[in-house]
């Protein structure tokens, strides 16, 4: 079966230092992968998404990047976080042909203090 | 370009009565249309989806929704609220001919279940 997962599931860094959200997608090959932050009060805002291996487009400027080493692996990075940059962030993907289907993972709670 | 209207952030039902959750959407082409679930600190599942045929759509959990082309609405029932309903839900478009980046999802109704 199709399984997506994502850690680490919470997450409380300081201002400053770094990020590393890892993102897995098993049981399918070739997906398109999206990574969404959830800010409180504000909805889904999709950050970037990938069409295959090293392919990465961003929605909206920020503080952050993607990267997909592999075809079912898709990591959000930052290399010095900002308290804005504090909010529930969510890994899904879509298989293709599914009518634009989107499927998420478990999401990661970062806090940036 | 596609835009969902949630109406109600919050809505409360007690328990064993019908739930009812509002979503318009704006497109110029005919829509796909999703309902997605989310519960405490859990990301997004899917509840159902529309995309072509049968306008009266069942899901998950009990739940179903009806394409409304001439009210361009999406609402989404259950017939008895349980109180393991109670989450937020969020009402998503996108148009048939774009890829899923092109996904909108309203702003969500957190639904309280009261006994």
């Known amino acids: 079966s199709q399984t997506i997962h994502q850690w680490p599931a919470t997450l409380v860094q300081p201002v400053g230092s770094p990020l590393s959200l890892e993102c897995t997608v098993e049981?399918?090959?070739?997906?398109?992968l999206y990574w969404y932050r959830q800010a409180a009060g504000r909805g889904l805002q999709l950050l970037f998404y990938s069409v295959g291996i090293g392919q990465i487009s961003s929605e909206v400027p920020q503080n952050l990047s993607a990267s997909r080493p592999q075809d079912r692996q898709f990591i959000l990075s930052s290399k010095k976080l900002l308290l804005s940059d504090s909010g529930f962030y969510l890994c899904?993907?879509?298989?293709?042909?599914?009518?634009?289907?989107?499927?998420f993972g478990e999401g990661s709670w970062l806090t940036v203090v | 370009a596609q835009s969902v209207t949630q109406l109600g952030s919050h809505v409360s039902v007690s328990e064993g009565a019908l739930v009812l959750l509002r979503c318009n959407y704006s497109?110029?082409?005919?829509?796909?249309l999703f309902w997605y679930v989310q519960y405490p600190n859990q990301g997004l599942q899917l509840l159902l989806k529309?995309?072509?045929?049968?306008?009266l759509v069942k899901g998950i959990n009990g739940f179903e929704a009806e394409f409304k082309k001439s009210e361009t609405s999406f609402h989404l029932t259950k017939p008895s609220a349980h109180m393991s309903d109670a989450a937020e839900y969020f009402c998503?478009?996108?148009?048939?001919?774009?890829?899923?980046?092109?996904?909108?999802f309203g702003s969500g109704t957190q639904l309280t279940v009261l006994p």
């Open positions: 497109s110029s082409v005919p829509p796909y």
């Open positions: 998503a478009v996108s148009a048939p001919s774009g890829s899923a980046r092109q996904l909108t």
């Open positions: 899904a993907w879509n298989p293709r042909g599914s009518g634009n289907t989107i499927y």
């Open positions: 529309y995309t072509t045929g049968a306008t």
């Open positions: 049981g399918t090959s070739n997906p398109n």
